[in-house]
Every structure is written in structure tokens, then in C-alpha cells.
């Protein structure tokens, strides 16, 4: 396989360990370093040619898949902080959802 472009894991969100720390909270979610993973265009990739930086990626499918999942992610983070009982405060969450958005931005 010679495949020279930057993907974005499937999973872009876990990658941020601000964001890891908070789903692992919040889901019980663990974060693991593979040594392959599924990139957001559906190919099976080193985990070595994936990266989370809006800069880095070159695959443009992943670059859209990336922008999506960061704009589904605020939203959730939002809707989280409005159930009761959540243990997302409105602020985190607020602070979480723009970030993303930002980043969202940043893929597109
Ligand atoms: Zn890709």
C-alpha cells in the first residue's frame, strides 16, 4: 500500500485529550492507541498517517468527514449540558461546543 495522504481517524473526537478526558467521564469511554485504525474515509490506515490537525489532513474525504464530526460533537455537547443532572457544566460545555465548531471551520 503506498498511500502518501494524511487521514483523520473515524473517531477524530477521541483523539483530543481534553475531549477524551471529558467523554471518558461523561461515557466511560477509554482511550487506546492502535497501531491500525479506520480512517474517516473508510480505509484501514497506520495510525501513524492519521492526524488531528485541520493542517495536516490532506485526504479531503476525511477532511469532511473530520468537519462533521466536530459540528455533530457540539451539538451533543451542548444538549448534553441541558439535561438535568448532567455532569457537563453549561461553561464546559459552551467552551467544548465552540472549539469544535471552531475546529469544524477550520476542516471545511
Ligand atoms: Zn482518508
Not at 85 to 94: C, W
Amino acid at each position: 500500500m503506498d498511500d502518501p495522504h494524511i487521514h483523520v481517524e473515524a473517531k477524530v473526537i477521541h483523539r483530543d485529550a481534553a475531549v477524551r478526558d471529558l467523554m471518558a467521564s461523561t461515557f466511560g469511554l477509554a482511550g487506546d492507541l492502535p497501531s491500525q485504525v479506520t480512517a474517516g474515509c473508510g480505509l484501514r490506515v497506520p495510525y501513524a498517517m492519521t492526524s488531528p490537525s485541520p493542517g495536516s489532513v490532506t485526504c479531503l474525504a476525511c477532511r469532511e468527514h473530520a468537519r462533521r464530526e466536530h459540528l455533530r460533537f457540539a451539538e451533543q455537547v451542548e444538549r448534553l449540558s441541558r439535561m438535568p443532572g448532567s455532569v457537563v457544566g453549561f461553561d464546559q460545555a459552551k467552551l467544548a461546543a465552540d472549539k469544535h465548531r471552531d475546529l469544524a471551520e477550520r476542516f471545511s
